[in-house]
């Protein structure tokens, strides 16, 4: 790592100058940005070499990393702690549905003024779509940085032994199931799908999202999953466990590592992870990849989930320094260097028109495709407004469980969910 020159460090090497009676040179101090971001086993490659490509072109910055987190819930509540104990890093990656709680509590640094001082953002490859990712109540609280949709994953060998294949692949849910059932009944220690849906919220609002519907009412005064839209979304889930056969793998890694190894023929997960599900597979059998099974073709709709570069810094100077970064790290380059290592959708519109930085590559890489056909019906990832949106999160991921488990019917959670949530959520005035 390039060396950072602190006040006591630069004083010393004065005093030695002076010593042997060099000629007076006067050296700019070193900033060294400290940054945080989750999932390593996703972005490590990715943030690695962002910030390899951003030290190499400043001399006055110089960025390292902290604390990566598992998840995003888990990078979001170290920084939390972190706004009350001390200790904040001065960049950020937040999941882009967490973005809203950090404006809303103070602790991201408001970037309208750094975006004013730039000549034209939108030569810089911010256009509005793209900034309003990062807008939350008057506040450009982030700026995005990687954004992906769900996608299918599939294991064409399995895939074949049942008489499906890339081209023959289910374009809905019920075919889909059906699949699964078949590669299932293959025995063995197969199981024919499996479908992301513990951690976070994400994966519920693809099937929501799907069916046309919200998580709350436009005022954001009442819940909305609870209508027509959200009873289908959990009874799809229901279906997935029943008559797919979908196992119950819990919040890990057991799928990753069942369709890696060969037994599972289809996963529904995250675009993020094509690199890393491909290096899994490696020559194990053909990995494929797709756009997600449609629900409803003219209301469908599916989250935009990813990261957004946030500033916590408070300092004039590492705020300054840390914008370095941040405009470095959302550039058509440093994006560019995060879709290449990851999977995600590029953020930066430069990256997404110009061939020269991803056209040849997108060319290339077939695998990474899938998720930019469904660019069109993306929708930012919903932020629960309040104080309890990471416990609102929970209860959602609590309740889910209970359908995979069998343990609670379709009806039983999207009433239970609904009451639960309905409690944490801000209660309007008047």
């Given at each position: 790592?390039?060396?950072?020159?602190?006040?006591?460090?630069?004083?010393?090497?004065?005093?030695?100058?002076?010593?042997?009676?060099?000629?007076?040179?006067?050296?700019?101090?070193?900033?060294?940005?400290?940054?945080?971001?989750?999932?390593?086993?996703?972005?490590?490659?990715?943030?690695?070499?962002?910030?390899?490509?951003?030290?190499?072109?400043?001399?006055?910055?110089?960025?390292?990393?902290?604390?990566?987190?598992?998840?995003?819930?888990?990078?979001?509540?170290?920084?939390?702690?972190?706004?009350?104990?001390?200790?904040?890093?001065?960049?950020?990656?937040?999941?882009?549905?967490?973005?809203?709680?950090?404006?809303?509590?103070?602790?991201?640094?408001?970037?309208?003024?750094?975006?004013?001082?730039?000549?034209?953002?939108?030569?810089?490859?911010?256009?509005?779509?793209?900034?309003?990712?990062?807008?939350?109540?008057?506040?450009?609280?982030?700026?995005?940085?990687?954004?992906?949709?769900?996608?299918?994953?599939?294991?064409?060998?399995?895939?074949?032994?049942?008489?499906?294949?890339?081209?023959?692949?289910?374009?809905?849910?019920?075919?889909?199931?059906?699949?699964?059932?078949?590669?299932?009944?293959?025995?063995?220690?197969?199981?024919?799908?499996?479908?992301?849906?513990?951690?976070?919220?994400?994966?519920?609002?693809?099937?929501?999202?799907?069916?046309?519907?919200?998580?709350?009412?436009?005022?954001?005064?009442?819940?909305?999953?609870?209508?027509?839209?959200?009873?289908?979304?959990?009874?799809?889930?229901?279906?997935?466990?029943k008559d797919g056969k979908m196992p119950n793998l819990g919040?890990?890694?057991?799928?990753?590592?069942?369709?890696?190894?060969?037994?599972?023929?289809?996963?529904?997960?995250?675009?993020?992870?094509?690199?890393?599900?491909?290096?899994?597979?490696?020559?194990?059998?053909?990995?494929?990849?797709?756009?997600?099974?449609?629900?409803?073709?003219?209301?469908?709709?599916?989250?935009?989930?990813?990261?957004?570069?946030?500033?916590?810094?408070?300092?004039?100077?590492?705020?300054?320094?840390?914008?370095?970064?941040?405009?470095?790290?959302?550039?058509?380059?440093?994006?560019?260097?995060?879709?290449?290592?990851?999977?995600?959708?590029?953020?930066?519109?430069?990256?997404?028109?110009?061939?020269?930085?991803?056209?040849?590559?997108?060319?290339?890489?077939?695998?990474?495709?899938?998720?930019?056909?469904?660019?069109?019906?993306?929708?930012?990832?919903?932020?629960?407004?309040?104080?309890?949106?990471?416990?609102?999160?929970?209860?959602?991921?609590?309740?889910?469980?209970?359908?995979?488990?069998?343990?609670?019917?379709?009806?039983?959670?999207?009433?239970?969910?609904?009451?639960?949530?309905?409690?944490?959520?801000?209660?309007?005035?008047?």
């Amino acid at each position: 790592m390039s060396t950072t020159f602190t006040r006591r460090s630069t004083l010393g090497l004065m005093a030695g100058a002076a010593t042997i009676a060099m000629p007076h040179v006067v050296r700019a101090q070193t900033i060294e940005v400290v940054a945080h971001y989750s999932m390593p086993p996703i972005f490590k490659a990715a943030m690695e070499a962002v910030a390899e490509a951003f030290n190499k072109t400043s001399d006055k910055v110089k960025v390292t990393y902290v604390n990566p987190t598992p998840t995003y819930e888990d990078g979001a509540q170290l920084v939390l702690r972190q706004a009350t104990t001390g200790g904040l890093p001065d960049v950020s990656f937040q999941g882009l549905n967490r973005l809203r709680l950090f404006a809303e509590r103070g602790i991201a640094v408001e970037l309208k003024p750094f975006l004013a001082r730039e000549a034209d953002v939108k030569k810089l490859g911010y256009s509005d779509p793209i900034l309003g990712l990062g807008f939350h109540g008057g506040v450009q609280c982030g700026l995005p940085f990687a954004t992906s949709n769900p996608i299918s994953y599939l294991n064409v060998d399995l895939l074949k032994k049942v008489g499906s294949s890339l081209e023959t692949f289910p374009k809905t849910w019920d075919e889909v199931i059906a699949l699964s059932a078949k590669i299932a009944a293959l025995g063995d220690g197969n199981s024919g799908m499996f479908f992301r849906w513990p951690g976070d919220d994400w994966m519920f609002s693809a099937l929501l999202y799907g069916h046309g519907g919200r998580m709350l009412t436009e005022d954001e005064s009442k819940v909305a999953f609870d209508g027509p839209e959200g009873l289908a979304a959990v009874k799809l889930l229901d279906r997935m466990v029943k008559d797919g056969k979908m196992p119950n793998l819990g919040t890990g890694t057991a799928d990753l590592q069942a369709f890696g190894a060969g037994k599972m023929g289809m996963m529904f997960r995250t675009t993020a992870q094509v690199r890393q599900v491909a290096g899994m597979v490696g020559s194990n059998f053909e990995l494929q990849t797709t756009t997600l099974p449609v629900i409803d073709p003219v209301k469908g709709r599916l989250p935009t989930g990813g990261a957004g570069a946030m500033m916590t810094a408070k300092d004039p100077a590492r705020q300054a320094a840390a914008w370095e970064f941040i405009k470095f790290a959302t550039s058509a380059e440093g994006t560019t260097l995060m879709a290449k290592n990851t999977g995600y959708v590029p953020c930066n519109q430069l990256a997404i028109d110009d061939p020269m930085y991803l056209g040849e590559f997108y060319k290339a890489n077939p695998l990474f495709q899938a998720a930019t056909k469904q660019v069109h019906l993306m929708i930012p990832w919903y932020a629960f407004p309040g104080q309890n949106s990471v416990r609102v999160t929970q209860v959602m991921v609590d309740n889910l469980a209970r359908i995979v488990e069998q343990k609670a019917s379709p009806e039983e959670v999207l009433r239970d969910m609904s009451r639960e949530v309905t409690r944490l959520i801000p209660r309007r005035q008047g």
